[in-house]
């Protein structure tokens, strides 16, 4: 059935799955509270959630908390500004319409239909981001820390419409061809479809001192890092790494690894 089934299929996979929330300082986690507040947790978090967003702030924990478990963390964001959903139910229903009267000689305006169709989606594009993570953070005045996992992921998909098919379809519309189910097979257009997904397991710590009489507090988070990305042909490629994130509150924050 042309490339509708795998424009249908990425789509799906845009809308389910989910890699850089764009509310997100960090970019890289989800949690409620800092996504209220527009993703300002990075200076204002408390120390449970600390971990997924700077763990300098772990050594924000009172004389009066204790073990914090936060478990799990999800979110999703989905974003569809050209309504690409609606975009590939009408070139599916089009091309429904046209592999019914194909080889019937009355196909002219159902494969006029499913020409707008393909023009009204041509270039469009949708995107979809989701995370999920957990957090246990043990605190104490000396060196607080906390067992972070994280995992995120981002996937896109974008409707290419061939010029071939175009020209093909106006010929059926203006009955100098008659579809055929090979002919309509045939067709080229499709969806480009692109997903990533990293996944994070570290241990964050943190250390409280002063510099003069004002508090300081460092963290850092050594990890271990997996990345798993794939495309619409199937092509899959992994990657790994060890790494380290270092924060200073409230100073600055570095990232390295290999």
């Not at 006029?112 to 009204?120: E, F, G, I, Q």
């Not at 906390?146 to 981002?154: E, H, T």
């Amino acid at each position: 059935m042309m490339k509708t089934t795998l424009i249908t299929r990425c789509l799906m996979v845009a809308g389910l799955a989910s890699s850089l929330p764009v509310a997100h300082a960090a970019g890289t986690w989800f949690e409620a509270r800092n996504d209220a507040m527009g993703g300002t947790g990075v200076a204002s978090s408390k120390y449970g959630a600390a971990p997924l967003l700077n763990p300098a702030l772990l050594a924000k924990s009172g004389p009066s908390d204790d073990l914090s478990i936060i478990l799990p963390v999800v979110g999703a964001q989905v974003s569809d500004p050209d309504n690409l959903q609606d975009g590939f139910d009408n070139v599916k229903h089009a091309w429904d319409n046209l592999e019914h009267v194909s080889g019937t000689g009355n196909s002219t305006s159902s494969a006029t239909a499913l020409r707008k169709s393909l023009t009204d989606i041509s270039g469009h594009s949708g995107r979809a981001d989701a995370g999920v993570g957990a957090v246990i953070a043990v605190p104490n005045d000396t060196l607080p820390f906390a067992l972070v996992i994280k995992g995120w992921g981002q996937a896109k998909a974008r409707a290419e419409v061939s010029n071939s098919d175009l020209a093909y379809l106006d010929a059926a519309g203006a009955g100098l061809v008659q579809p055929d189910e090979t002919t309509l097979n045939n067709l080229t257009s499709h969806a480009e479809g692109v997903a990533a997904l990293v996944s994070e397991y570290g241990i964050a710590m943190a250390h409280p001192f002063t510099i003069g009489d004002i508090p300081v507090s460092v963290g850092i988070t050594p990890k271990f890092q997996r990345v798993d990305s794939g495309f619409a042909s199937d092509e899959k490629r992994q990657y790994a790494g060890v790494g380290a994130e270092l924060n200073a509150w409230s100073w600055a924050q570095l990232r390295a690894g290999h």
